[in-house]
């Protein structure tokens, strides 16, 4: 771990969390992963990659450049305008990645972890401006905004983790939005 290593918890609860969760997450490199994994790679020592597939995948990840390179994926907010930011997520939603989730009836829970990277890491990084666009074109990546590292990541290298617990009431006032939220319960989160 990190010498100035920290933890920092939040939870929402029926609020809008994504401006708060945003300016925190602005600025930084961070993996993004459910709270029941993040306990896991902080005993292991490690963010272990997955090419092997090690751990379960959702639909995206199936295909992802850095999975099947064996390198570990994260996200860059450094330096990113708004646009970049927006378009990153329309690619991957990630303060409310669906595959992990809990749906319940009457609720949805999340329980999520951003591990930031240490600056003193950055130099490790391969940039998404740093493939050739042939290579990477037919894979999941998020462009602009994606970012890898190498082979299996070091919890060392991480300077802080951001554990959010979100919980929002089901859509029950719009139907759409309910039938969705349901789909949720009956089959789960979307993972091969």
């Known amino acids: 771990m990190s010498k100035n290593y920290q933890e920092t918890y939040c939870e929402y609860h029926n609020r809008n969390y994504t401006d708060e969760l945003l300016r925190m997450l602005r600025g930084e490199v961070f993996h993004l992963t459910s709270k029941q994994a993040f306990d896991k790679i902080k005993r292991d020592g490690f963010?272990?990659?997955?090419?092997?597939?090690?751990?379960?995948?959702?639909?995206?990840?199936?295909?992802?450049?850095?999975?099947?390179?064996?390198?570990v994926c994260l996200l860059d907010l450094r330096n990113k305008s708004k646009k970049n930011i927006t378009e990153a997520l329309i690619n991957y939603?990630?303060?409310?990645?669906?595959?992990?989730g809990e749906y319940q009836v009457d609720f949805a829970e999340m329980?999520?972890?951003?591990?930031?990277?240490?600056?003193?890491?950055?130099?490790?990084?391969?940039?998404?401006?740093?493939?050739?666009?042939?290579?990477?074109?037919?894979?999941?990546?998020?462009?602009?905004?994606?970012?890898?590292?190498?082979?299996?990541?070091?919890?060392?290298?991480?300077?802080e983790s951001i554990l959010v617990k979100i919980m929002l009431d089901a859509p029950k006032d719009d139907r759409l939005l309910y039938a969705h939220h349901l789909r949720g319960v009956m089959f789960g989160p979307e993972v091969r």
């Open 47 to 71: 963010i272990y990659h997955n090419q092997k597939e090690r751990y379960a995948l959702n639909a995206s990840s199936a295909n992802s450049f850095g999975r099947k390179q064996g390198w």
């Open 111 to 159: 329980n999520l972890a951003y591990l930031i990277l240490d600056a003193r890491n950055y130099d490790k990084l391969v940039l998404s401006k740093m493939i050739n666009k042939s290579i990477i074109k037919n894979t999941m990546h998020v462009p602009e905004v994606e970012c890898w590292y190498p082979g299996d990541l070091p919890f060392s290298f991480i300077r």
């Open 93 to 100: 939603y990630f303060l409310w990645p669906p595959w992990l």
